[in-house]
């Protein structure tokens, strides 16, 4: 009954690490005088905004499953949503400012998953110790897996600026095969990733509340 609870207080966290970390690159990007994100309807806190079939609904709903039957491979709580609209062009820096946009959604996750880990450090316990530390690790466990230089992903967008015109074009493109890609490394190549996602989160926990998140 516990993986069941803890699978639901993932849940929650994922719904609110999401709208976090989509507001903040939207935002971000108006503030750096793109207009696009509020012209395509994204500077907003209302999730059907960003909400992408497989990447916010199927595959958070089977890693889900997963942690609820108690399963012995569990991935990482993740999800991602349809891409922000963003256009380079209107940016007065384009290299800085493309990577201060795609640095706001892990900044967001990072700045929740802190107010969490001060929260377990005052000593909440209990229920609410297990939503807190639910909430962050899928937080941490967000900013570390979009970091993750997969095409689609913000980590993608920072390594294309170092890239050569024609590679990076190509890597870009690769975007429309993000929903592929991921399930090929979470699921079918998933030792590698799932370590470092993993390690980097649990170090993370342990800097920022004391204790490792996948001990809890």
């Known amino acids: 009954m516990s993986d069941v609870r803890f699978s639901v207080y993932l849940a929650a966290s994922l719904l609110v690490g999401m709208v976090a970390r989509e507001y903040a690159r939207s ?21 059907k905004s960003w909400f992408e079939p497989f990447g916010s609904g199927m595959l958070p709903a089977l890693i889900l499953l997963l942690w609820a039957v108690g399963s012995t491979f569990l991935p990482p ?7 922000t609209p963003v256009d380079p062009n209107y940016f007065r820096n384009r290299t800085r400012d493309t990577v201060l946009s795609a640095l706001a959604g892990p900044s967001a996750n990072v700045a929740l ?15 609410a110790g297990l939503a807190t530390a639910a909430f962050m690790l899928t937080n941490l466990s967000l900013m570390v897996f979009h970091l993750v230089p997969i095409p689609g ?14 590679a990076a ?19 079918l190549f998933a030792g590698p990733l799932i370590a470092i996602v993993r ?6 926990c342990t800097l920022l509340a004391g204790l490792t998140c996948y001990g809890t």
């Open 113 to 127: 998953a802190a107010v969490a880990g001060l929260v377990l450090r005052v000593g909440v316990s209990g229920e």
């Open 169 to 187: 074009e190509v890597y870009r493109n690769a975007d429309q095969y993000l929903p592929l890609i991921v399930l090929l490394v979470l699921f």
């Open 153 to 166: 992903l913000d980590g993608a967008r920072i390594l294309a600026l170092a890239l050569p015109t024609r």
């Open 77 to 83: 709580p993740v999800a991602y949503a349809k891409p």
């Open 27 to 47: 935002l971000v990007a108006s503030r750096l005088h793109d207009p696009t994100p509020r012209l395509w309807g994204r500077l907003s806190l209302n999730p």
């Open 199 to 204: 390690s980097l989160t649990d170090s993370l």
